[in-house]
């Protein structure tokens, strides 16, 4: 499963750096001790991505990087945005707990703390149980970036 997330936070950075060039976008960016997954900046703002494959807590990315905002630690506004693969999605429609806790978290932060917004997306694919993963995920990849550019 590394590989593969690995793989798609890569072509995600690659994606976003042909829809947005004034940013510059890196993965594994370290915000104290928290890495974010894929990370852009310009000179006066910033956009970090998280990317939800399987996360058992997805609710703690927003709530850190939101409280580091809180506390100064940006020195431009940040857009955190969070996107969830589809196994957050419910077999009987609608999401999970945990991304509905996380969207939660995320949208008092968006409300409450100056200069950080959040935003949650679908990213329309299942991560693979074993480590096993067809080419077919790159499209979906590529309509995440389009709507990471449409909200930036």
């Known amino acids: 499963m590394a590989a593969f997330t690995d793989a798609v936070h890569d072509a ?6 042909k829809r947005l060039p004034e940013f510059d976008w890196t993965t594994e960016e370290r915000v104290r001790r928290t890495p974010v997954d894929v990370a852009g900046k310009t000179a006066d703002r910033r956009v970090f991505v998280e990317v939800e494959m399987r996360r058992a807590d997805p609710a703690n990315n927003p709530v850190k990087l939101a409280r580091y905002a809180d506390a100064g630690d940006f020195d431009r506004p940040v857009l955190l945005v969070q996107a969830f693969s589809d196994y957050y999605a419910l077999d009987a429609g609608g999401v999970s707990s945990k991304r509905a806790n996380a969207e939660f978290v995320g949208g008092l932060a968006d409300d409450h703390v100056p200069g950080f917004a959040y935003r949650a997306l679908d990213l329309s694919l299942a991560p693979p149980k074993h ?15 389009d709507r990471i550019a449409g909200s930036v």
């Open 131 to 145: 480590g096993e993963y067809a080419e077919e995920w790159r499209p979906a990849v590529a309509a995440l970036a």
């Open 12 to 17: 995600l950075a690659d994606a976003l750096a």
